[in-house]
C-alpha cells in the first residue's frame, strides 16, 4: 500500500505537532522517586529481566492524587519530572483521541458509520506516552483498536473520520474502514483484523530497520487476546534470537471480547510470558502517561543501542463494550466506575491545574478547539466521495524486487 496518504488528509492537527519533540524532563527534577521505584523493580533481575516483587503497586491510578472530601484537589506532587509542555501536549493529544472517538460512537448509532467499530475510550494514555517517547520513522503497529494511534501519529482527524465513514479520502482511501487505518507517512503500519497476526508483522518490520541500519524501531501494540496466539512465541523468539529494535505493548484492558483474562489465562500477570524469552519484560501502569512514556522511552534506549525487544504490559481498561454490539453485561457498574476514577486525563488535568500550568479557561479552550477539529472531520467525512469501482485493483500486494531473498 505504498502512498496511500491522499492529498486533502495530509494536513497534520496542533496537537500531533505539538508531540512531536520529544518531551523536555525538568532541569530541577531528578526523580528521586522513580529511581528508587525502578532500582526496586529491578531488584533481582541478574539478565535484563524484571521480576516485579508487588505487581499490585501497579494497578492503575493507585498513586494519583485525588481529589479530597471538600472536591478541591489533592496539593500538587512535590517533584515533577516533565515539562510544562509535555503535559499540556500530553493533554492536548488525550482529549482529541477521547472527543473523536465519543463522536465517532454517536456517528455509529445514526448509522453514518458502518461495519465494526471498537473504541479505545479509557486507554488514551497507552498511545500518548508511547508516542512522546519515540522519534520520527520509528514505526508503529497494532490490532483493530487503531483510531487513536494515527490521531497521535499526525494523521489529521479528517483522514481518520473518513475512513470510518469508507470514504476515498480516508487514509486508507475508504478500503480499509475502522479495523484498517494504515499512514505510511506517519509511520502507521495498521490496523489489523486478525488477533495476534500483527505481532510477526511487527518482527518483520524491526527486522526491516535493523537489515537496513536506519536506527529506527518498531511498537508492536496487542491485546491481552493476542498472548496466547502461537504466531506471538514464534515472533518473540526470533526476535530475541536476532536481538530486533521492537518494543512488544500488551494493552493488558482485562477482556478479550466478553472473556476475561483470568478465565483464559493461568498467567494472569502477561508481562512474565516474555520471561520463558529472557526477554527483558515489565508491567507498567496504562492510566498514567508519565508511567508509559518512561517505560517506552527505557525500552527504546535498549532497541537503539542493539539490545533487542522489550515486551510492557499495560495495564489498562477499556471504558465501553468491546465494540458497538457489545453491552458489556460481563462486568459491575463498580468495576468501571473504579477504572473511571483513575482516568489518565483527568490526572493530567488535575497534574496541569495543581501546578498552575494552565487555568480552567485555557484547558476549556483548548477542548473547545478540539471540539472544533472534530466536527470540521465528520465535515469533511460527509462531503468526501466515496471510492471508485476501479480502485478495488488498486494497492493490491505486489513487490517484484523482495530484498530480503537473493539468489
Ligand atoms: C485469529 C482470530 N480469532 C478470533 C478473532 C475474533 N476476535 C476479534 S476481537 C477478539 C478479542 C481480542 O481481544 P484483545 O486481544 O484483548 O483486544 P481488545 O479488544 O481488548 O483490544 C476476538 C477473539 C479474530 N479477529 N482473530
Ligand atoms: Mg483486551
Known amino acids: 500500500m505504498a ?47 524484571v521480576t516485579v516483587a508487588q505487581p499490585d503497586s501497579l494497578l492503575p491510578g493507585t498513586d494519583r492524587p485525588t481529589a479530597n472530601a471538600s472536591g478541591k484537589p489533592a496539593p500538587a506532587q512535590p517533584q515533577l519530572k516533565y515539562s510544562k509542555e509535555a503535559y499540556l501536549s500530553w493533554y492536548e493529544q488525550m482529549q482529541l483521541m477521547r472527543k473523536f472517538e465519543e463522536k465517532a460512537g454517536q456517528l455509529y448509532g445514526q448509522q453514518k458509520i458502518k461495519g465494526f467499530c471498537h ?10 506516552g508511547q508516542v512522546s517517547a519515540l522519534e520520527k520513522g520509528d514505526k508503529y503497529i497494532t490490532a483493530y483498536r487503531d483510531h487513536a494511534h494515527p490521531l497521535a501519529l499526525g494523521t489529521s482527524p479528517n483522514a ?56 529506527k524501531l518498531c511498537i508492536c501494540s496487542m491485546g491481552d487476546g493476542a498472548v496466547r496466539q502461537g504466531a506471538l512465541h514464534e515472533a518473540f523468539n526470533m526476535a530475541m534470537l536476532w536481538k530486533l529494535p521492537v518494543i512488544f505493548v500488551i494493552e493488558n484492558n482485562g477482556y478479550a471480547m466478553g472473556t476475561s483474562v483470568a478465565r483464559t489465562s493461568n498467567v494472569t500477570d502477561l508481562y512474565k510470558i516474555g520471561l520463558s524469552y529472557d526477554m527483558p519484560s515489565e508491567p507498567v501502569n496504562g492510566m ?84 472544533a477539529a ?24 505486489v513487490q517484484a524486487d523482495y530484498p530480503y531473498i537473493h539468489d
Do not use: W
Open 374 to 397: 472534530v466536527q470540521a472531520s465528520v465535515d469533511f467525512a460527509e462531503n468526501s466521495p466515496y471510492p471508485t469501482p476501479n480502485e478495488l485493483y488498486k494497492d493490491v500486494y
Open 160 to 215: 481518520v473520520m473518513a475512513e470510518l465513514y469508507a470514504k476515498a479520502t480516508g487514509c486508507s482511501k475508504g478500503k480499509g474502514g475502522s479495523m484498517h487505518m494504515f499512514d505510511k507517512e506517519v509511520g502507521f503500519m495498521g490496523g489489523h483484523g486478525i488477533v495476534g497476526g500483527q505481532v510477526p508483522m511487527g518482527a518483520g518490520i524491526a527486522f526491516a530497520e535493523k537489515y537496513n541500519k536506519t536506527g
Open 119 to 128: 473504541l479505545y475510550i479509557g486507554q488514551e494514555a497507552c498511545v500518548a
Open 288 to 371: 498514567r502517561v508519565e508511567d508509559v512514556h518512561e517505560a517506552v522511552a527505557r525500552a527504546a534506549e535498549r532497541a537503539r543501542a542493539g539490545e533487542g525487544p522489550t515486551l510492557l504490559e499495560f495495564k489498562t481498561y477499556r471504558y465501553k463494550g468491546h465494540s458497538m454490539s457489545d453491552p458489556a453485561k460481563y462486568r459491575t457498574k463498580e468495576e468501571l466506575e473504579d477504572y473511571r476514577h483513575r482516568d489518565a486525563i483527568e490526572g493530567v488535568r488535575h497534574t496541569i491545574l495543581t501546578n498552575s500550568f494552565a487555568t480552567e479557561e485555557s484547558l476549556a479552550a483548548i477542548d473547545e478547539r478540539i471540539k
Open 3 to 49: 502512498d496511500t496518504k491522499v492529498k486533502a488528509a495530509s494536513t497534520k492537527t496542533a496537537a500531533a505537532k505539538a508531540s512531536a519533540p520529544k518531551l523536555a524532563k525538568a532541569a530541577a527534577a531528578p526523580a528521586a522517586n522513580g529511581k528508587a521505584k525502578s532500582a526496586a523493580k529491578r531488584k533481582g533481575a541478574d539478565n535484563g529481566v
